[in-house]
């Protein structure tokens, strides 16, 4: 039994290692975002002999998952459809929405079954399940690199675009590494004196360190300050050891964001870019060449991107031209339109309705101007908004993030209204508990942060559903807090 014991929680943490932090990988018909629901098999395995899933539980779940498909799905029916009832279930049964919305509210039903009863085990081991990730991606990295020739000496700190805009390796972007990035990165300093004594997986660690900062973006520099400050505000206990670290982190990552700031003005930024290391078109060729894939098709991005400063000042600017910024800008638009005009939301998996009525009240001028962007972007058009305070806005993001907005917060409130900023408060309020586990704040509270407010990629990945869930449940149900508190790592 005790074998088993150990294989089955190994396994576990294993699986939802792979689910939060690989979640946009996939082997065939196989994705990695769901693996972790593997595991209700050991749960009815087990309930045979405790009886852990209990009627009330499963009532409560069925009742909340019903609750979501009915609301969602007639709130599609009264509000985005022109159809008869019967009419509007046939067009929906052959385009395979039914199905389509059922199979992802069961996700969310089987996974708060599946939290619920491991939510302790997976809080005890939030550090061992980072280390099976930060040791599986740096050899997967490693042999990456040797496969191709040593691409990674030709595209980490010299690349602005990032080493997974050229290689989609194990990334498809570069933004999506650096959401769970970060709080791998916090959980890393905030226990260096665990990892200390732990020489092979501290190196690991280290290598997992200098690869970030070699694809550092607004993306990573956002995360990384904003996740700094949480654990100061929320956190009283921090090591110094941990604060020095951080304190340098915070000065290198400032030195990086503001590197153009500091280099000598006798050259134009073109020609400092020329004979530094910032030459993406050199970049592009080599990577090109490096890659054994089959790359036909992929249209390289010439030339060097906005920087940072000026990209995060766009956001304030009264014309905003840089199309991920306009993108951000017009998801809050969205939120505060939707709360306003439905304040219970517009349901699950409707954002997309909403969004094309919306999209289609505006008033677009497509022949006032096009844009010529420092980023080679060419959007044509501008958005006219009635509301004076929304700058203007390129016309072509109205084709971009249509079923999740930039950023989950914009999602959440769009689809569940109120109760999804009653959540947000009660999160809010949950970081500063004294009962809540340190790791859980350094580690999941960041990481939901991150997909809320600077990049989102859809509750599904990223661990954003499985940390919420186990979030929420610990709000719901507090877990007790342990006087002597050792956390667990890969040895």
């Not at 997967?140 to 040593?150: D, E, H, P, Q, V």
């Not at 993406?280 to 990577?287: E, G, Q, V, Y």
Request: glycine fraction near 4%.
């Amino acid at each position: 039994m005790n074998k088993y014991n150990f294989f089955k929680n190994e396994i576990i943490l294993i699986l939802f290692s792979l689910s939060i932090f690989f979640s946009f990988v996939s082997i065939s018909f196989l994705e990695f975002r769901f693996l972790y629901l593997f595991t209700i098999f050991f749960l009815i395995y087990e309930n045979f002999y405790s009886k852990k899933i209990t009627i009330i539980n499963l009532v409560i779940t069925i009742l909340i998952v019903t609750a979501l498909f009915c609301y969602s799905y007639f709130f599609r029916f009264i509000n985005f459809n022109d159809l008869q009832f019967l009419d509007f279930i046939n067009d929906e049964y052959k385009k395979n929405n039914i199905l389509h919305l059922f199979i992802e509210i069961f996700i969310i039903g089987l996974s708060i079954i599946i939290i619920f009863f491991y939510k302790c085990f997976l809080i005890e081991n939030l550090i061992k399940i980072i280390d099976y990730f930060v040791v599986l991606f740096v050899l997967l990295i490693l042999f990456y690199n040797y496969s191709n020739s040593g691409i990674l000496f030709d595209l980490l700190y010299k690349c602005d675009l990032g080493f997974f805009y050229y290689t989609k390796h194990p990334f498809k972007e570069t933004s999506h590494f650096q959401i769970i990035a970060v709080p791998i990165i916090l959980s890393f300093i905030f226990n260096i004196n665990i990892y200390k004594k732990k020489k092979i997986i501290f190196i690991f660690y280290i290598l997992f360190l200098i690869f970030t900062f070699g694809n550092f973006n607004l993306t990573f520099y956002l995360s990384l300050m904003s996740g700094i400050f949480i654990i100061f505000l929320t956190n009283n206990n921090i090591s110094v050891a941990s604060k020095y670290i951080f304190l340098i982190l915070l000065i290198v990552s400032n030195m990086f964001f503001f590197r153009e700031s500091i280099l000598p003005n006798d050259k134009s930024l073109d020609v400092i870019i020329e004979e530094k290391f910032l030459n993406t078109d050199s970049c592009a060729s080599k990577a090109s060449l490096k890659i054994q894939k089959n790359i036909s098709g992929h249209d390289y991005f010439q030339g060097f991107t906005i920087n940072g400063p000026k990209k995060l000042n766009n956001i304030f600017s009264k014309d905003i031209k840089n199309l991920s910024i306009g993108v951000y800008v017009y998801s809050i638009y969205v939120a505060k339109k939707s709360i306003v005009q439905n304040p219970f939301g517009v349901g699950y998996k409707n954002y997309i309705y909403y969004r094309n009525v919306l999209d289609n009240s505006l008033e677009v001028d497509w022949k006032k101007t096009k844009y010529e962007t420092e980023d080679g972007l060419q959007p044509a058009g501008k958005i006219k908004f009635k509301e004076k305070y929304i700058p203007s806005l390129p016309a072509v993001i109205l084709n971009l993030n249509l079923h999740s907005g930039s950023n989950n917060f914009s999602k959440l409130i769009v689809e569940f209204g109120l109760l999804g900023l009653l959540t947000l408060l009660a999160i809010f309020i949950f970081c500063f508990s004294n009962r809540v586990d340190q790791q859980v704040k350094i580690t999941l509270i960041p990481l939901i942060f991150i997909q809320l407010f600077i990049r989102g990629t859809g509750f599904y990945n990223s661990g954003f559903l499985i940390s919420l869930i186990i979030i929420l449940l610990i709000i719901i149900r507090p877990i007790p807090k342990k006087n002597k508190y050792e956390n667990k790592n890969v040895k």
